[in-house]
């Protein structure tokens, strides 16, 4: 009878580890598991591409480090060169790193694209934290591309610890999406009045990659409301159309102004009755748009409540599409745990 | 109740017992002292000098009672002073002095340096008889192939008195990092968060401050010296060795904080006692001439302190050199 118990408490968990890695069905464009650069120490010269690192040590990522250097802590940097074989069309590239024990900070091309965790003096270790860097358009060439990451280990395991995939990646639901969102938006952590008009000046916030963590992007230990605001102007050949919007998952709350009008909130969706509000950081956000609400310019305004820990737009498509294509991400992304979702339950199981 | 408390009872004289173990470190060169010194009871300052002439002192067998060697009944003070040589061979690795166990008190200098002290003389009298004598010696102090003078002054308080039992050798341990600036000695010590003019006193560095006077002392704790950096480092980046601490600290050089293990401020549980302590010191911070470092430690419980490790400055290029040196798995790639 005990056993019986302790059986399925632990399949139980066995459910809970893998809803958690497979939120989001990821296409490696670059893979970067395998042979780093690496040396000991700390120097700023070490994120420029025109540093020489020929004489560094090699070491496999993801592993310990300690496994090379044994009782090591403090800083090592690792690099590595690509090229970049493929792009795929449109979507946003993101960099993951699997999980760093216990700070990292990330170049590319000698350009930080992002921090987890704080370095001394406001050291905070992240070493439960799967790594999740957008790149910013732009920065990557065809080949010849250098990234470099400073990592702080405090005690016991460093470096970069594991992670499946590590590399370059793009989210394949982006293919579903008609007018992409993503990269930098205008954000702040200040209410302000009149902040969700279209009219509002933003020109002084500052800009932020999404879908990112907000933590990762310069806004460590920030909890409770922040803003985001996106101007875009409208293709021709989407007027007209019954469009939805994605905005893939938030920690945790969200409200949404399209043009200073209110037109979607966390409690408006459809899973939001079947599970505890406590788990809204794992809902996934596609919102009908009101018709005739779109013009030819736009303003987008998210409003975020983060209630602890990590915040923000985190994760998924970012962008407009249509119904047809809005139907297909919700189905992909109803799996959260006890959502009623039998199915992907066995599907899970079957990718063991 | 009763059984509980007996357990716990139990666990900490186990524990106890644990912090006084027996060195049975393996060395890869050790040379040793075992055999007749040079020994005269009473105290002056002046014997710590190592061109003070004792070729008048008695002789006598080490490790041995003194009661043994024509000393029956004394208590009090006496100095211990011998000569040795170590050969080159011993350069460029860590060098450890091991004296056994004293009874009571010990303070030990090498070439006229005081390198440790285990339990403190009276007034504030502490006895260390059963805690076993292991000193880190500083780099740069030993002369290879040349005559190194020893002067160990003991204090006995009552019963059997000297340095009574051991091993006493110099090891030389595994290839070590050279420091550019070696910070093991003595180092200004008081306990609490700030630095406080009353009860302030020195400690030897690494060493628990268990045995230098703070039995059963937990909680905060200061560690404060200067230094001088030779002007030729000043422009060079540095890694701080802090050794292994017991068990949180901060480490602040010239009012910067330059590195942190453990949660010194929370206090939340973590064993960072384990830990040996690499601090990058950030561009800017040290300046040629006197520079100012201070450890803030707090120590949950048991032994507490700089427990053991090189402690001091290594410019970043060797320090690289030497984890390079010293990894393993060279061939899995």
Partial sequence: MKTRKLFFLLTGFLFLGRFATYAVDWSTVVDLEGTWYFSVGDDPAWASPKTDVSGWDKIQVPANWDDYYPGYNGYGWYRKNFDMRAYPEGGKLHLLLGKVDDVDEVFINGVKIGQTGGFTPDYFSAYSIDRNYPIPDGLLKPTENVIAVRVYDEGRHGGILSGDPIGIVYDNDTELIEFDLSGPWKFSVYREKNIHEAAFDDSDWAVIEVPAYWDAQGFAHHDGSAWYRKSFSLPSKLKGKNLFLSLGRIDDYDKVYLNGRLIARTEDLKVYDRISRSQAYRMFRVYDLPEDLLQPMNVLVVEVYDEQQYGGMYEGPVGLLTRENAEILEERNDDIFWGGSVRSIFRSIFRW | ?333
């Fill in chain 2, 1 to 333: 109740m009763k059984r509980f408390l007996f357990v716990i009872w139990i666990a900490g004289l186990v524990g106890i017992a644990g912090l006084k173990g027996w060195s049975n470190d393996r060395y890869e060169l050790e040379k040793s002292l075992s055999g007749y010194w040079h020994f005269k009871i009473g105290d002056s300052p002046e014997w710590a000098r190592p061109d003070f002439d004792d070729s008048g002192w008695q002789e006598i067998r080490v490790p041995e009672r003194w009661e043994e060697e024509g000393y029956p009944g004394y208590d009090g003070f006496a100095w211990y002073r011998c000569r040795f040589q170590v050969s080159e061979a011993f350069s460029e690795r860590d060098l450890f002095l091991e004296l056994g166990y004293i009874d009571d008190v010990d303070e030990v200098f090498l070439n006229g340096l005081k390198i440790g002290q285990t339990g403190t003389f009276p007034p504030h009298y502490s006895t260390a008889y059963n805690a076993f004598r292991k000193y880190r010696i500083p780099a740069g102090l030993v002369h290879f192939g040349g005559s190194n003078v020893l002067a160990v002054r003991v204090y006995d308080s009552q019963l059997e008195g000297g340095i009574v039992k051991g091993n006493i050798r110099v090891g030389a341990a595994e290839k070590s990092i050279r420091l550019d600036v070696d910070l093991c000695g003595s180092w200004n010590f008081s306990t609490g968060r700030k630095a406080s003019s009353s009860g302030k006193t020195t400690l030897v560095v690494p060493g628990n401050w268990e045995n230098q006077g703070f039995y059963d002392y937990d909680g905060y704790a200061l560690y404060t010296r200067t230094f001088t950096l030779p002007a030729s480092l000043s422009k060079t980046p540095m890694v701080f060795l802090a050794g292994r601490i017991d068990d949180y600290d901060q480490v602040w050089i010239n009012e910067t904080l330059i590195g942190q293990t453990g949660d010194y401020e929370t206090r939340r549980q973590s064993d960072a006692y384990t830990e040996f302590r690499n601090y990058v010191v950030p561009p800017g911070v040290l300046k040629p001439g006197e520079n100012q470092i201070e450890i803030r430690i707090y120590d949950r419980t048991g032994e507490g302190g700089i427990i053991e490790g090189a402690v001091g400055l290594v410019n970043q290029e060797r320090f690289i050199r030497f984890w390079k040196e010293k990894r393993t798995n060279r061939n899995t790639l």
